[in-house]
T-cell receptor, first 109, second 114 residues
Framework: DAKTTQPNSMESNEEEPVHLPCNHS???????IHWYRQLPSQGPEYVIH???SNVNNRMASLAIAEDRKSSTLILHRATLRDAAVYYC??????????FGQGTTLQVKP | NAGVTQTPKFQVLKTGQSMTLQCAQD?????MSWYRQDPGMGLRLIHY???????DQGEVPNGYNVSRSTTEDFPLRLLSAAPSQTSVYFC?????????????FGQGTRLTVV
């Protein structure tokens, strides 16, 4: 099964950028990289996904290494509402989405 | 759209009882999944389905059964509840077709087995 590695926790100051890393040691050529986050007492929510190129959306940016063995989720200006557990994983089109342990992001005012 | 709806939101069971957690989605998604999340832990995949009539095991399938008779519904059955199954259960759905895109999650069912 897909294996990812993330730091257990990170801290950021409000309104500063945050770079959340993820290692995708078992990624294959056709797997997409996904990021989700989970706010306290809620279900996970989609953040962003990509294949090879860097991706941007209204929530965040995703930077993917050239060898695709690592990715970085970038929150350009962290807010208190961004405090959550962030999960990265990679998946092909099998419907089998395996989450890792996630990174707990704390945002300090 | 309602998205992914899970019922009930809370449930207390006695050891040995059986029950079914309901999950319904109204987005015509082909892929549906069940996860459990223990306190302070990440999500672990229990079972998943790639379409009506097709299911497969995830990381922790023991003690749970699923079926997928319709596209909309994907119920999770606990056959004989055990305290180790105390957890929060999440259902998710996503559209298939060449690319896994955004998965939508329900709000969860908090299950306590005493």
């Amino acid at each position: 099964d897909a294996k990812t590695t993330q730091p257990n926790s990170m801290e950021s100051n409000e309104e500063e950028p945050v770079h959340l890393p993820c290692n995708h040691s078992t990624i294959s050529g056709t797997d997409y990289i996904h990021w989700y986050r989970q706010l306290p007492s809620q279900g996970p929510e989609y953040v962003i996904h990509g294949l090879t190129s860097n991706v941007n959306n209204r929530m965040a940016s995703l930077a993917i290494a050239e060898d695709r063995k690592s990715s970085t989720l970038i929150l350009h200006r962290a807010t208190l509402r961004d405090a959550a557990v962030y999960y990265c994983f990679h998946s092909g089109n099998t419907g089998k989405l395996i989450f890792g342990q996630g990174t707990t992001l704390q945002v300090k005012p | 759209n309602a998205g992914v709806t899970q019922t009930p939101k809370f449930q207390v069971l006695k050891t040995g009882q059986s029950m079914t957690l309901q999950c319904a989605q109204d987005m015509n998604h082909e892929y549906m999944s069940w996860y459990r999340q223990d306190p302070g832990m990440g999500l672990r995949l229990i079972h998943y389905s790639v379409g009506a009539g097709i299911t497969d095991q995830g990381e922790v399938p023991n003690g749970y059964n699923v079926s997928r008779s319709t596209t909309e519904d994907f119920p999770l059955r606990l056959l004989s509840a055990a305290p180790s199954q105390t957890s929060v259960y999440f259902c998710a759905s996503t559209m298939a077709g060449g690319l896994i895109t955004e998965a939508f999650f329900g709000q969860g069912t908090r299950l306590t087995v005493v």
